[in-house]
């Protein structure tokens, strides 16, 4: 079992940053890979950025450049370091720990990004 707890969301300006994190408990040590998803209204889910257990990163195209993935293996948790927002990243953030074919999700956070 794998207990994923997300923290660091809410609200800022357009051109803001936050930092997003997720710790891990648990049978951390069966990750495989992490990823952040985001969701908003009226919207499917999707991947923002993953970071596998060797540290190969990926983001999608709309974050590039903005969104740094990374890890901090001590602590057992994954961060997400978003600059430049914009309107449109506004969501709820999850966390996902991968094993195998399955995984585990966390709660979510919100971001806003509204002025």
């Known amino acids: 079992q794998v207990r994923l707890v997300e923290s660091g969301g809410g609200l800022v300006q357009p051109g803001g940053s936050l930092r997003l994190s997720c710790a891990a408990s648990g049978t951390v040590f069966s990750i495989h890979y992490m990823v952040w998803y985001r969701q908003a209204p009226g919207k499917e889910r999707e991947s923002v950025a993953s970071?596998?257990?060797?540290?190969?990163?990926d983001y999608h195209d709309s974050v590039k450049g903005r969104f740094t993935i990374s890890r901090d293996n001590a602590k057992n948790t994954v961060y997400l370091q978003m600059n430049s927002l914009k309107v449109e990243d506004t969501a709820v953030y999850l966390c996902?720990?991968?094993?195998?074919?399955?995984?585990?999700w966390g709660q979510g956070t919100q971001v806003t990004v509204s002025s």
């Open positions: 996902h720990a991968g094993i195998g074919l399955g995984g585990y």
């Open positions: 970071i596998t257990s060797g540290g190969v990163t």
